[in-house]
């Protein structure tokens, strides 16, 4: 997805229209998509090493019975021997969302996922010669959810002016609104044509203010400084349930392909 060489396939037919133009290499996947319509940004980015090193089969929670999660995605990572956690939304008529890390010491290398009717989801794994921190060479395993709620961050959206957090559980308001319960920071990816990229253009928003919602379950996180087409990778080391809990992951990393309008209309 987004590698120009598939460009090639347009001298063969007309029947998808008009060759694009070609990205520069060296630029930013943002930058390039204003430029060519036809470039669509991924719509979530796992963070090199952070996240994973080599995603792979995806499963939507159809069933509401694999958690609070309903309708989230759960994507397996087969270096890491993970499953990570995505959530989406449309802005400006174009799906992106945040990752999450979620579950990890699986057996093998995990590929293919699957989210049987019954809520139980089943991981496929192999190391085929490419090496996973799971050790095994092959495994079958099944995820059920046990009933216990974790406490996470279950939805967090993008706003003009920051973010909403939705959690699973009722939050301590206090630790919530403080500002040193969270730490910000953004960077992207070269788009090349060369393998690979270091994290660049680091920045560092700052968020101003924290308000708790009146259903003591979200926060409404008010930053300057959002960086289009970044990586928001933020961490919530001060956020505790109403019981004191921490959270499980307390890890976002949002895609901010676009920032979304003031009046809302995306």
């Known amino acids: 997805m987004g590698n120009p060489s598939g460009n090639t396939w347009y001298k063969l037919t007309d029947a998808i229209g008009p060759r694009p ?62 499953i990570m956690r995505v959530y989406l939304e449309k802005v400006r008529g174009r799906y992106q969302g945040v990752c999450f890390p ?58 003009s002016d920051g973010f909403e957090l939705t959690f699973t559980e009722p939050v ?3 630790t919530v609104s403080k500002l040193d319960s969270y730490t910000i920071e953004t960077f992207t990816y070269i788009y090349q044509s060369s393998y690979g990229s270091p994290e660049v253009d680091q920045t560092k928003p700052t968020i101003k203010e924290v308000k708790v919602g009146k259903d003591g379950k979200s926060a409404r996180l008010l930053v300057d400084g959002l960086q289009e087409g970044h990586i928001h990778e933020l961490h919530f080391p001060g956020i505790r349930s109403a019981t004191g809990e921490m959270l499980l992951h ?13 009046d809302g209309l995306n």
């Open 21 to 82: 133009p070609d990205p520069v290499s060296g630029s930013r996947m943002h930058i390039e998509a204003k430029k060519i319509p036809e470039l669509v940004p991924p719509a979530v980015l796992f963070p090199y090493n952070k996240m994973g090193q080599s995603a792979s089969g995806i499963a939507n929670e159809f069933t509401g019975k694999f958690g609070p999660f309903k309708d989230q995605l759960f994507i397996g990572d087969q270096t890491h021997s993970t």
């Open 102 to 159: 979620f579950k990890e010491g699986f057996a093998s290398g995990n590929l293919s996922v699957e989210m049987a009717p019954t809520g139980s989801l089943f991981v496929g794994g192999t190391d085929r010669g490419w090496g996973a921190r799971g050790g095994k060479p092959f495994a079958l395993q099944r995820l059920d959810w046990t009933g216990v709620t974790p406490f996470e961050i279950q939805e967090m959206r993008a706003k």
């Open 172 to 174: 301590n308001a206090a």
């Open 250 to 262: 307390p890890v976002a990393y949002y895609t901010m392909n676009y920032i979304p309008s003031a």
